[in-house]
């Protein structure tokens, strides 16, 4: 079964920068595609990232495109997101997910979330 | 591109049918098979219980079934069960590697 736990979220200044990771066991991490997904405070899920399996593709939703970079390391089995110049509204739990993509598109295991608040 | 329109809320009593709608457009929900829909408890992270329209993953009981009709995609919870009171979600596919979820629907078993 797979497990993903994600980390690195926490209070940020406006303008600034965060790394979250996202640990994965319990699957082969290398053969799948991997996604982050976010949550504002009382709001729905937005979907932000995808990477490929090799880590050679990637997409990006237009609100966070040229702000956040999805990357990978499968020889560590972790996903990461780089966020920069983080605005209030980019405050949200996020999740990274297991994903098919390209034959289908669906996010088939999440982690548990981690929180970023960006605030002054 | 606009997040998929569901019902804020959603009821129905034990053992009852409940059906949550999920609108879209002829670019996303009316053009592709690619809908899914997740339950979501408060503070944990989202389930998927239906993926494609109407199939389910392993595990996820019969009593979750999806279908599609034009630009709107349902959910419908049969027999309900306490257990089933959570925030659902639906997502589709809407083209250039992009996916879009609804708003959420809150469901609630009387």
């Known amino acids: 079964e797979a497990q993903l736990l994600e980390s690195g979220g926490g209070l940020v200044q406006p303008g600034g920068s965060l790394r979250l990771s996202c640990a994965a066991s319990?699957?082969?991490?290398?053969?799948?595609?991997m996604s982050w997904v976010r949550q504002a405070p009382g709001k729905g899920l937005e979907w932000i990232s995808v990477?490929?399996?090799?880590?050679?593709?990637?997409y990006y939703a237009d609100s966070v495109k040229g702000q956040f970079t999805i990357s990978r390391d499968n020889s560590k089995n972790t996903l990461y997101l780089q966020m920069n110049s983080l605005r209030a509204e980019d405050t949200a739990v996020y999740y990274c997910?297991?994903?098919?993509?390209?034959?289908?598109?669906?996010?088939?295991?999440w982690g548990q979330g981690t929180q970023v608040t960006v605030s002054s | 591109q606009s997040a998929l329109t569901q019902p804020p809320s959603a009821s129905g009593s034990p053992g009852q049918s409940v059906t949550i709608s999920c609108t879209g457009t002829?670019?996303?929900?009316?053009?592709?098979?690619?809908v899914s829909w997740y339950q979501q408890y408060p503070g944990k992270a989202p389930k998927l219980m239906i993926y494609?329209?109407?199939k389910r993953p392993s595990g996820v009981p019969d009593r979750f079934s999806g279908s599609k009709s034009g630009n709107t995609a349902s959910l419908t919870v049969s027999g309900l069960q306490a257990e089933d009171e959570a925030d659902y979600y639906c997502s589709s596919y809407v083209g250039s590697n992009n996916v879009i979820f609804g708003g959420g629907t809150k469901l609630t078993v009387l």
């Open positions: 990477i490929g399996a090799s880590g050679g593709t990637t």
């Open positions: 319990g699957f082969m991490f290398s053969s799948y595609a």
């Open positions: 997910a297991k994903v098919v993509w390209g034959n289908n598109y669906r996010f088939e295991s």
């Open positions: 002829s670019s996303d929900v009316g053009s592709y098979k690619y």
């Open positions: 494609e329209v109407s």
